[in-house]
């Protein structure tokens, strides 16, 4: 069938069989790898994207499904790798040492976005149970948590800071 | 001020936080075609057919493989008589002897009995379906016993299960003087290593060369074996390591399925890439642990342990790769931290129809390390004494080093009761103990359990193999790093960039550290045992002192000054006579100076074992109605030396206690009766997640190696020191019940059923 | 792992998706595909024709109708989880949706996906049972109810027939306020290896047996008047939980006594 999915902001069109996971569409026809598989069982969340803005697992959505919707991947979050264009949750993960072989990273990384953007100021725990569907096998989570917790803050003072301005 | 010692952010993460890495299945070649394997689905078993004819007729068959079509490899290498070696992996040949396909029989589910080669990826798992394999079902081994009884035998020739024993024979005399004998059997269980990506190559075979993408912790390890396995000169085969999504051991080299898709390039002449499914990689890449541990431990009523004795029982799977490595290194380690007169082990190592058993983080020492530290609790717990009151009292004095361990080893450098003294103030030991009495005398349901651990370890256990690194200074003033080391998550690339800042003054931003390509770096070992910092980093530390040397003679003729007026100023990275600011030349007008060999140095780095150290304390709270134990703190020492970049070295903390808590709470791979296994996916086997645990809490200890960067390795530490920690922590909770032991993951039920049985004696 | 081969279908309205349902052998309806994807992954389901209903909005609402709430079908878990009007009135629906899975799945998976899954070992069908609800289908000769108590029949087996479509569930407003549910779980992330809701003196139990299941001993020795504590030793009276790898039948058993007994004083704080 044909599929059509707005990808980090482009329209990406191709003809595709009809089981073809959203995952292997991102990677092979949009040609963006980042977005890793890391199971078969909706487990380890190294699939993670965003659909329509919320945190999917995108192995175990169909590309059909996401037809005619709105996915963003980690390459959409910042317009490249200089380290002052990165998105906040970037910079904190860089920062704080929150990834090591950077697999589950992309996955991770859209988690939390999906997190913030549900919950700006999160606590330790509901920062722990809502990575509960990631995993890493790198970091024991201790920076993950300490990205998310350092991004939830810093997007908190410049939301004040706009705020005064 | 030197940058070494100093929190830098690694080099490493923008290109993997915004465009991911570059893993294997990330590549594409031209004209690719995918592999899908055809798996055993039976534990035991003899193959009577294969017929493939229906898979070659599915839609995008490219070719389907059996063992049949191994025509063009060698045999294994014959049986040379001298047995298994048990101080490095088996090899291959003689009569426990792997092969690649599986011929006649296989011996555990997932064995690789067939490769379907097909255009798309999503053709091969239709087409595997359609391979038809007749099986005729053997009883299963499953598990020590069935395995010691021999009835089943896994390998008819060898007429045993036994594939190796080794040790020291047990001496009863020594414990005839204790006043207090203790003796348990205990289990650490078999676990898987799930690195995040599993197990993956690449191949393609052009113009007489084989080139091979494969997830390594080794690219020069994993040219050794294909130049062995396919027959083909070193020098016809490029082996790359790309991003490698962690390893943890269980990458040394490559497996035999990774080997396959390399020989099928070949074999077929077609580009072909494999990356397995989590299924297949919680089946096929191999396992760690899986030791059945007999302790006996002896002493006076006051808490001084005299003798101690460890007995192994090594499940190590279907083949021995590495069953005789592992409890050797567990026998090594027996002793562990405490100054003990008399202490041995033994090991036997046994066949079972289940995955081989290899490197999993620690190797051997987490199992040496879990053993003597509950031997340690149980014997406290016999005597009624504190657990920490009992190790401090025995662990090897200060000033004792360098130690002769009675199991083997010389524990170089340590400060063991510093360290156990540091980690319970940290803890709040006193103050949590307190608390504990409280509630117990409350009779709470949830119940507060304190574990205590320390534990030393070996890391570069083959430091004598060393490291190689290449330093070159290009006459723009950068300077490339390509080192043998492997990283797969630690850094390296940021380490050995700080390393070169730090001895030259060329900023880390003017240096590229290049791994894991034997076309660029055909003499490596790569990374494994935690040895990366004391060997691949001293190796890049002594190239770059080297290139100092000789740009000294460069920039002395350049300056007409002569050399021992020279000094190196690493703050701006340039060179000056001494007192003259003004005479400076830049490492770009030095290097430009050098000859046609250019400004650079090799350096194969060769050591001594290293023994790093340390402490834990767990605290965790068991419910005591459901049996559900959490870990609530953590808080460690751990000392490796002189620490090169605390970020990274707390990483390494971090990632190795959660696996160690996995193993003490959660994780097992686990099978049933007939060898079919319970585990097969990330839903039934639990690895562990950020909502199982609390943040850690880390304590600095830095007790310099005899190296010249003072380092010892820290990337296996926290799961050798965390996995006892946690355990004696939930034994401790429930212990007032009249728990004694719980064997691992100590599971509610597990937990539950303990205290039961407790009550029923009590 | 990848699905075996079918046809994919999209429909627009409820009455494409019956009709499509009605022209084809071994369809499925796809909702959120949380419960049914990964079995085709790992091949143990192979439809032939999966229709997709992820798209229709007219499924997807919660609503206040006085004496009852309304809940559309395909209203995701997360939706159910951060509804003020199910706060308000339901809360141990909203708590419960806020334990399935992790954010991704709730994100996806659906309140009528999960039930027509019958899944024993789901938290939404015990939820359902304790709340006394009531399922409404639709299906080609028209639209039925189907109370909760009747709809699971067994292992992964609902009162649904083929082709027809669960569209609602309507959740009268609890009599008696209190409420606990009860999640017991290795990790976080796992599937509960027992569970209990509980709202006023309705108490059901997940995965105590092949559907989930009212504990029907402990409700009548609450209404003829035992203390929390003593109807909660009934739990496991008359059930035949199973033996598995994550738990014994008698950890099981002891696991329900003590979750009901947890659950049920705490919904009394509740009152």
Aim: net charge negative.
């Amino acid at each position: 069938m044909k599929v059509t999915v707005t990808v980090n902001g482009s329209q990406v069109e191709a003809e595709v069989p009809d089981r073809t996971l959203l995952v292997h569409f991102l990677r092979e026809q949009a040609s963006l790898t980042a977005t890793n598989v890391g199971c078969d069982t909706s487990s380890c969340g190294a699939c993670t994207v965003l659909l329509d803005g919320q945190s999917v697992k995108s192995c175990t959505l169909l590309a059909a499904q996401a037809d005619g919707r709105a996915v963003q991947t980690v390459e959409g979050l910042a317009s490249g790798d200089d380290p002052d264009a990165m998105h906040p949750v970037q910079r904190a993960f860089r920062a704080e040492h929150g990834l090591q072989c950077g697999f589950c990273t992309p996955g991770m990384v859209m988690a939390a976005v999906s997190l913030l953007a549900e919950n700006s100021s999160p606590t330790e725990e509901e920062v722990r149970s809502a990575l509960e569907g990631n995993l890493c096998r790198c970091t024991g989570y201790h920076n993950i948590v300490r990205a998310v917790l350092a991004a939830a803050s810093e997007n908190q003072a410049t939301a004040a800071s706009e705020r005064q301005a | 001020m030197s940058i070494l010692g100093t929190r830098v952010v690694r080099t490493e993460d923008p290109r993997l936080l915004t465009k991911g890495g570059t893993y294997v299945d990330d590549m594409r070649l031209p004209g690719m075609a995918r592999v899908t394997f055809v798996r055993s689905p039976v534990a035991h078993a003899m193959i009577t057919g294969i017929d493939t004819s229906a898979a070659l007729a599915a839609p995008g068959v490219v070719a389907a493989l059996t063992a049949a079509d191994l025509t063009d490899l060698g045999p294994p290498p014959p049986d040379d008589g001298s047995g298994p070696n048990e101080a490095a992996p088996l090899p291959l040949g003689g009569p426990w002897s792997e092969p690649l396909l599986a011929v006649d029989r296989v011996r555990y589910v997932g064995e690789p009995v067939a490769m379907v080669i097909t255009d798309e990826r999503y053709q091969g798992e239709d087409a595997a379906e359609l391979v038809s394999v007749d099986y005729e079902a053997l009883p299963a081994v499953v598990g020590y016993d069935a395995a010691l009884s021999g009835s089943t035998l896994l390998f008819p020739a060898a007429e045993t299960n036994v594939a190796i024993s080794g040790g020291a024979p047990a001496d009863d005399s020594a414990f005839e003087g204790c006043e207090v004998v203790v003796e348990q059997t205990i289990e650490n269980q078999r676990l898987a290593p799930v690195p995040m990506e599993g197990r993956a190559a690449a191949a393609i075979w052009e113009d007489g060369k084989l080139t091979a993408w494969v997830s390594t912790q080794n690219a020069q390890i994993t040219r050794f074996i294909l130049s062995g396995v396919l027959g083909l000169d070193p020098g016809a085969i490029r082996v790359v390591a790309p991003d490698v999504g962690g390893g943890f051991g269980a990458k040394v080299g490559l497996d035999r399925d990774a080997i396959l898709v390399v020989w099928a390039a070949k074999h077929i002449g077609h580009a072909l890439s494999w990356t397995e499914t989590r299924s297949e990689n919680l089946l096929g890449m191999t396992h760690g642990r899986a030791q059945r541990q007999t302790i006996k431990i002896g002493g006076t009523r006051d808490g001084r342990i005299q003798a101690y004795r460890l007995d192994i029982v090594q499940d190590t799977g279907a083949y021995p790769r590495m069953g005789g490595f592992l409890p050797f290194l567990t026998r090594l380690m027996a002793a562990g931290p405490y100054d003990i007169p008399n202490a041995s082990a033994a090991s036997t190592t046994v066949v079972t129809n289940a995955t081989p058993i290899a490197a999993y983080r620690g190797a051997g020492r987490p199992e040496a390390t879990a053993a003597i530290e509950r031997a340690v609790d149980l014997f406290a717990a016999e005597i009624g004494k504190d657990p920490a009151d009992v190790r401090r009292m025995n662990l090897v004095p200060d000033g004792k080093f360098p130690y002769q361990s009675p199991c083997g080893p010389v524990y170089d450098s340590g400060a063991y009761t510093g360290a156990l003294d540091q980690v319970l103030a940290g803890a709040g030991y006193r103050e949590l103990r307190a608390e504990q009495a409280r509630r117990r005398e409350r009779g709470d349901v949830l119940q507060l359990g304190l574990g205590v651990s320390s534990y030393v370890e070996i890391t570069a256990a083959d430091a004598e193999g060393g490291e190689t690194a290449q330093l070159i200074v290009h006459d723009n003033g950068t300077a490339t790093v390509y080192t043998g080391s492997s990283a797969h998550g630690q850094g390296h690339h940021t380490a050995w960039a700080m390393l070169v800042e730090a001895e030259l003054g060329i900023e880390m931003a003017k240096v590229t550290v290049i791994h894991g390509d034997t076309d660029l770096i055909p003499l490596g070992t790569g990374t494994y045992g935690s040895r990366s910092l004391q060997l691949g980093g001293v190796a890049v530390h002594k190239a770059a002192v080297e290139v100092k040397e000789q740009a000294r003679l460069l920039a002395a003729d350049l300056l007409e000054a002569s050399e021992s007026d020279l000094e190196l100023d690493t703050g701006s990275g340039t060179w000056q006579v001494r007192g003259d600011p003004a005479s400076s030349k830049t490492w770009a007008e030095v290097a430009s100076h050098a000859g046609d060999g250019g400004l650079t140095a090799s350096v194969h780095h060769t050591a001594q074992p290293t023994f790093p150290f340390g402490s834990h304390v767990a605290v965790v709270e068991v419910d005591t109605e459901t049996g559900k134990a959490r870990l609530i703190r953590h808080v460690t020492v751990d000392d490796a030396g002189t620490v090169l970049n605390p970020i990274l070295f707390e990483g390494q903390r971090h990632g190795g206690i959660a696996q160690g808590v996995a193993q003490a709470l959660y994780e097992e791979v686990a099978y049933d009766a007939d060898g079919n296994p319970l585990t097969s996916t990330l839903v039934d086997y639990a690895a562990i997640t950020a909502a199982e645990l609390p943040s850690f809490e880390l304590l600095t200890s830095e007790t310099p190696a005899a190296n010249p960067l003072g380092a010892k390795g820290i990337g296996e530490a926290g799961t050798i020191g965390s996995t006892p920690a946690t355990q004696n922590a939930v034994i401790d909770a429930v212990s007032h019940l009249g728990v004694r032991h719980i064997d691992m993951p100590a599971t509610p039920e597990r937990v539950w059923a303990a205290i039961n049985a407790a009550r029923g004696t009590l | 792992m990848i699905p075996a081969t079918f046809t994919y279908q999209r429909a627009s309205s409820v009455d494409e998706a019956l009709d499509l349902a009605s022209r084809g052998e071994e369809t499925k309806f796809l909702a959120g595909g949380h419960s049914l994807l990964p079995l085709m992954k790992l091949r143990l389901a192979v439809p032939e024709t999966l229709i997709d209903i992820g798209r229709l909005r007219e499924l997807s609402y919660i609503r206040d109708d006085g004496s009852h709430l309304a809940v559309g079908a395909l209203t995701s878990h997360h939706d159910v989880a951060t509804s003020d009007v199910l706060a308000r009135e339901l809360p141990l629906l909203a708590h419960a949706a806020s334990q399935v899975g992790d954010p991704q799945v709730r994100h996806c998976g659906t309140i009528g996906g999960s039930l027509a899954h019958g899944d024993s070992a789901a938290d939404l069908p015990a939820v359902v049972l304790a709340l006394d609800a009531t399922l409404v289908v639709r299906g080609p000769s028209g639209s039925r109810e189907i109370a909760a108590g009747d709809f699971f029949r067994g292992l992964f087996e609902t009162a649904l027939e083929d082709g027809e479509l669960l569209t609602e569930i309507r959740i009268p407003k609890p009599a008696a306020p209190g409420w606990s549910f009860q999640k017991f779980t290795k990790r976080a992330i796992d599937w509960a290896i027992v569970g209990v809701a509980v709202q006023g003196g309705n108490v059901a139990l997940v995965n105590m047996g092949q559907t989930p299941l009212r504990a029907t001993a402990v409700e009548q020795a609450l209404a003829s008047g035992a203390a929390p504590g003593d109807a909660a030793a009934h739990a496991a009276d008359g059930l035949t939980p199973s033996s598995d790898f994550s738990a014994s039948r008698g950890y099981r058993e002891h696991l329900a006594r003590v979750l009901v007994g947890r659950a049920l004083t705490e919904s009394l704080t509740r009152a």
